[in-house]
Structures are given as C-alpha cells and as structure tokens.
C-alpha cells in the first residue's frame, strides 16, 4: 500500500509541499496559542464580571457567555470576521479614515479568543468560587487592595482548579483554528488541502496534518500535565484526601 | 505608650437582613489590653470582632482604630459602607486577624505566606521580610517549616503559622476569631500557649473564644455578648468568679 505513496511530495521546498505545510501549522499554533492567552484575558475579566460586578456588568457578560456557548463556532467565526471587519471598516470610514486593511493573522485571532473567551468565563467562574472565601478575606484583613487580591491570592489559589477545563479549551483551540480554513487562512488544514488537491494525494496529506494536530496535542499534553502538577503542589492530593 | 485608645468602638449595630446581630455595643481597648469576648453561638461576637478591621460593614456606630475613624457612608438600604478603601486598606494593614480555620493561603509555603504581607502590602525589602519571618517562625515554635506547604502542617501547626503571619507585620492589635475551635482537642494546647506568650509580652488583643480557662487565664477584661448585647463585662476575676446575670451564670455553667 505505502509503494504507491509518493512520500518526495512532502520535501521541504518546492515541489515538495512540506515547507508549506509546516508554515500552515506554525501559522495554527500561533493562531491557537494567540486565541488562548486572549480567551484567558476575556475569562478572567468576564469572571470577574459575573462574581464581583454590578448588574450591568453580570448581564453583560451573561448574554455574552450564552451567546459564544449557543450559537456553533463556526457561525461565531464568520460572523465576527465578515460584521467585524466590515463594522470596523465602516467605523473607520466614519471617521474619515480609509478602509483598513486587516491583519489576517490579528483576525482569526481576535475571532477564535472571542469564542474562546465565552467558554473560559465559565471555567475561571467555577474555579474562583472553588477557592475557600477565607482565603481572599485573609488577603483583605491584610489590608491589601482588590486588584492585588486578585493577582495574589484568587487567581494562583483558582489556578489549579482551572487548569482540567482550561486544558480541554487549549485542545478545542488548536483543533477551531481548522475552522479558519473556511475564511480562507492558510493555516494547516488550509494548506492541506491546497496541497493534496494539486497532487491528489489526499491521503499522505491529510495523514500529515492529522499527525501534525495529534503531535501538538501530545505535547501540549505533557507541559499542561507539569504545569497542573505544579500548581497543585499546595492542594492534597487526590489519593491522601480520602 | 501612645495615651489613643487602640480600638473604641461606639454604639455599634449590625443588622443582617431583618435579623439585628448586634445592637448597640461600645468597647474601648488601650495598648497593652487583652480583651476575651465570650457569649453563646449567635451573641454576635464574631461579627463584633470583624466589623473592628471592616469584614463586616456595620449598619451604625463607630469605630476608630488608634484615633482614626472609618469614615462611613450610607447606602441605599440604610445600612453603612465604607466611604474610603484606601482608609480600609491603610487601617486594615495595622491590624491583624487570625481566623477559625487559619486561612493560609495553600498556593505558597509557610515561609512566604508570612512574607506575603510584609512584601506586597507594607513594601518591605524581600530579604529584610525573610529575616524577619524566620525570627516570627522561630517564636511560633515553626523554624524547621518554613519551606513546607501549609497542607503538609498539622491543625495546629497551621493556626500557629498563621499566628507568624500576622506578627511578621507586628500589628497594632491582634483580632483572633475563636481560633482553637477548628483544632482537634490534642492540637488546642499549642495554640493557647503561643497566644498566652503574646499575651504576656503585652501585645493588644481581641480574643473571640470558646476556651473559658484559657479567657480567663490570660485575659485582662472579659465581655459576655449576648444576644447582641455586651450584658456583662468586668475582670476575669468577677465575671467568672461572681457573675452577676442569671444569662452569664447559666452560660458558665454550661462550659466549664
């Protein structure tokens, strides 16, 4: 079976597709790597929003959060590429400006953090209220401000609470930044199928990304999992709390 | 030593809901004064204890803290807050509160957990707030924990941990909230002795307890709370010696 597979298509330069394919997939991690750390900022802010914020701000990021977790991804992503660029566009023009161009890479940035801001407002929430409230009242009886509360205690005490849900979020972030094929970003699963429709090589190819997404989860996998160990290290441990 | 007193509060009430936890309590506490709040559950005396470094926010009265009064605000269901944070705040880091369950912050070892405050609210120099750490460990009997995270320490290893934290920024008065209760009865004894030591180097303190032997011990004044109200308050000598309201009497009575 493998003789009839032409393996010189995935040399690194032309007309080996290889170089390109591992341009789309540094462009997927940036892309996914960019969302994330955006949907962490929006989580934290939104959480904060949702626990400590006056009506208008809960409602706000309520609709928000229902909103991101109703309506499917995909959707969500052409919806805020297409009315988002077009709205700036237009904001731009209002003001005088000429139409701007926009960063591709800013983009699909901006569209994969708003989703994933939805769903990390609800998993940094649930880990903040894990927190013991003493904890925080401990922190104030110091005499310490709210901000450095936050940076001080909630949010390295919340931390290992959501690092299971935000995990799964990095996982469903590598795996949306597919989605931006659709808008037509070179990512890997654009360049993928670019590449295995010129040579018809459908399956080396997209056995090549798929083990390229697998290969960024495994070792995703291995740092998250350090990472988690680390934060717990102040926690008992599952097999001593019985 | 300053002529202030370190804590006065004045006709103070607190009402949660419909529900009124305190109703009018006045309390003066000079340098040097170690004061034990007794009373049943429900007298009110823990809200008493965290309306001194505004936990609570009181629904009227005053409360000054070596002369500064925290200036209150009305709010819309007529009750008070806070006018000022940064008052709060500036009074806040004066004073230092132990707790039931000690609050320790898990995410740090028992060495930074002391320095946290030192370093992040008073601006100390990192290395001159290690030193002293390790002195306020040393003397809580903690030396050889420093480097351990709270969860490691025993129930009363945590509670005289968080003791050090709050002497390592050596505070005006020392708030402690019924801090053997969440001990096992082995563990009490070394906590009471700490607090006992404190108590005799003359530090201020405001001591809600259940420990009627340790109250009297080391007290200098004791208030009985009840229902909201300070009903009794004298000497340790007279409260528990010739307790003059039938409330107090049968209290005693029932935990000693």
New interface residues.
């Given amino acids: 079976m493998f003789q009839s597979i032409d393996f010189s298509l995935l040399a690194l330069d032309a007309p080996g597709w290889g170089g390109a394919l591992l341009q789309g997939f540094w462009r997927s991690i940036q892309l996914a790597a960019g969302g994330y750390v955006m949907g962490i900022v929006i989580g934290i802010l939104g959480a904060s929003a949702k626990l400590y914020g006056g009506l208008v701000m809960r409602d706000l990021a309520q609709v928000y959060t229902t909103v991101i977790r109703a309506v499917p991804e995909l959707v969500m992503m052409l919806l805020f590429y297409y009315v988002g660029t077009d709205l700036l566009n237009r904001a731009a023009q209002g003001m005088g400006f000429q139409g701007i161009e926009v960063d591709g890479l800013a983009a699909g940035i901006l569209v994969i953090g708003l989703v994933q801001g939805g769903y990390a407002t609800e998993v940094i929430r649930g880990a903040i209220r894990a927190v ?1 409230h ?2 925080i ?10 901000l ?1 509360v936050m940076r ?2 909630t949010l ?2 919340m ?2 609470h959501a690092i299971p849900g935000m995990a799964n979020l990095w996982m469903i972030a590598t795996k949306d930044t597919a989605l931006l094929a659709v808008i037509g970003f070179s990512e890997l699963t654009q360049v993928t199928r670019q590449a295995a429709s010129s040579t018809r090589a459908y399956f080396l190819f997209f056995l090549s990304a798929g083990a390229l997404y697998l290969m960024l989860t495994l070792v995703s996998n291995v740092i998250l999992r350090r990472y988690e160990a680390r ?1 717990r ?4 441990a599952a097999h001593q709390a019985r | 030593m300053d002529d202030k007193p370190a804590i006065r509060i004045r006709d103070l009430h607190k009402r949660f809901g419909d529900l009124e936890v305190l109703k009018g309590v006045s309390l003066t506490a000079h340098p040097g004064d170690v004061i034990a709040i007794i009373g049943g559950s429900g007298s009110g005396k823990s809200t008493l204890l965290r309306c001194i ?1 505004m ?1 609570e926010h009181p629904s009227a009265g005053e409360i000054a803290i070596q002369g500064e009064t925290y200036r209150m605000r009305p709010t819309r269901d007529g009750s008070l807050e806070p006018a000022d ?1 940064r008052q ?10 132990v ?1 039931q ?1 000690f ?6 070892t028992v060495l930074e957990n002391v320095t ?2 030192p370093i ?2 008073l601006g100390q120099p990192r290395a001159q707030a290690i030193v002293r750490a390790r002195q306020v460990l040393d003397r809580v009997g903690l030396g050889d924990k420093a480097d351990a ?3 490691r320490l025993s129930g009363g290893q945590q509670q005289r941990a ?1 003791i050090a934290r709050v002497l390592a ?1 050596d505070p005006l008065a020392m708030l402690f909230d019924e801090p053997t209760s969440a001990l096992d009865p082995e563990l009490v004894g070394e906590v009471l002795g700490v607090i006992r030591d404190l108590a005799r180097e003359g530090r201020t303190m405001i001591l809600v307890t259940h420990e009627m032997a340790f109250a009297r011990d080391v007290a200098n004044r004791v208030i009985y709370l009840r229902d909201g109200r300070i009903e009794e308050e004298g000497t340790p000598e007279q409260l528990f010696g010739d307790p003059q309201s039938p409330h107090l009497k049968q209290f005693i009575r029932s935990v000693m």
């Avoid at chain 1, 009242?137 to 709210?146: D, H, L, V």
């Avoid at chain 2, 609050?103 to 740090?108: E, G």
């Fill in positions: 013991p003493g904890q009242e401990a922190a104030q009886a110091f005499g310490m401000s709210p450095k001080r205690v390295p005490a931390t290992p934060a290290r102040g926690l008992i | 470094n936990l944070r709060v705040q500036r009074i806040r880091a004066q004073l230092g509160m707790f369950n609050n320790l912050w898990p995410h740090r946290e405050a992040h609210v995270h709270p969860v968080a920024v």
